[in-house]
């Protein structure tokens, strides 16, 4: 890409605060919505406690570190050691996982590691639908890990982890929104939050699945019949960045913004991860945003700003790749993965 208009350099004062780090590169699903299913992330590779330390010390600022990617990071049998580690620093710690792989024991061992928040994803209220998305026949024990999680938490006496599940919203399972709603309140699911689809052009991750900005009567009308089944239940309804999930959805403009204001003519600029976040794949890579490993971004390599194992982050952080980045993101002219951001998907 051939840039228009010259680019000045753009510091960030501090480290990040927020990192996510991919504890675990493979996956026991085979997700349609997920591009790991459809173009893999090289070898599989899970972070060894080693890894996970040189990683979490260069990081004197860290208040926050969410443990999952592209990934599922229950696949990773040292992730209760490395919550304990980052607690140990006064550290908020919380990962998504499909919780196939949560047997009592793990349950058991994320209790006493002090996790702050499971995020358990559940785009399904059947069987059937569930396996068209996730792509295996798990949704049984899903339910019923779902629904132990939430006891062996009572039963050790411990307020964390909270316990808040994920639905992917698509045209595909929209439909079953209420069902997966009473599902997770039966389960003692603390919250529950509906996400914007992330699409680009495989499997079901495709613009016409998407509902953002594009709701309809009867979509509206579920959207605020799972918003009332949360309310009986008293559990939080909300949507991806703590907005409320129909407001998030509709994607409407700020309120009062005229048409030429920066908010509508460059949406990605409601964002603000470059300056305080930053992404960690399995193998050390640093990428600016967590919705990157979504979006095909072969070929724009310099989405990888540097790497962990080969460079200090104190040298990549404000190194000339990552200023590039921070300054594409403040013209009309950023790298392709943020041109959509706020757009089509969550800032």
């Known amino acids: 890409m051939t840039l228009t208009q010259p680019l000045r350099p753009v510091v960030a004062r501090a480290l990040p605060e927020v990192i996510y780090i991919e504890t675990s590169n493979a996956c026991n699903s085979l997700c349609e919505t997920c591009p790991l299913t459809f173009f893999g992330n090289g070898a599989a590779h899970n972070l060894t406690l080693e890894e996970f330390d040189r990683i979490v010390e260069q990081f004197p600022n860290l208040k926050r570190a969410v443990l999952h990617g592209l990934g599922e990071p ?45 995020r358990v994803s559940l785009d399904a209220a059947t069987p059937e639908t569930y396996r ?7 949704f049984a024990k899903v339910v019923k890990h779902l629904k132990e999680m939430a006891e062996t938490r009572t039963s050790m006496g411990s307020a964390t982890p909270r316990i808040s599940v994920w639905f992917t919203a698509m045209k595909e399972n929209l439909p079953e929104l209420a069902d997966a709603v009473r599902i997770a309140a039966e389960a003692g699911a603390d919250e529950f939050y509906v996400q914007r689809l992330v699409y680009g052009d495989y499997g079901l991750a495709r ?7 594009d709701l309809r009567v009867e979509e509206r009308q579920q959207l605020r019949k799972a918003e009332e089944i949360c309310r009986e239940h008293g559990m939080g ?95 009309d002219e950023p790298f392709e993965c943020c041109r959509s951001c706020g757009a089509k998907w969550s800032v």
């Open 132 to 138: 068209k998305i996730r792509g295996v026949p798990a």
């Open 207 to 213: 613009q016409e699945q998407s509902i953002f900005g």
């Open 237 to 331: 309804f909300r949507a991806s960045g703590d907005t409320a999930a129909i407001e998030s959805l509709e994607g409407v403009d700020p309120p009062g913004a005229p048409e030429h204001a920066i908010e509508v003519r460059r949406p990605w600029m409601a964002c603000h991860r470059p300056w305080y976040l930053t992404y960690i794949t399995a193998t050390g890579d640093l990428l600016p945003c967590c919705f990157i490993p979504f979006i095909n971004a072969s070929s724009e390599p310099a989405y990888v700003l540097g790497n962990l194992f080969e460079q200090p982050v104190d040298e990549i952080w404000n190194g000339p790749a990552y200023q590039e980045f921070r300054a594409r993101f403040q013209s």
């Open 74 to 118: 229950l696949l990773n049998r040292d992730l209760a050691e490395m919550i304990r580690r980052l607690k140990a620093r006064d550290v908020h710690a919380l990962f998504n996982s499909n919780i196939i792989a949560l047997t009592r024991r793990r349950q058991e061992d994320l209790v006493v590691s002090g996790l702050d928040e499971l």
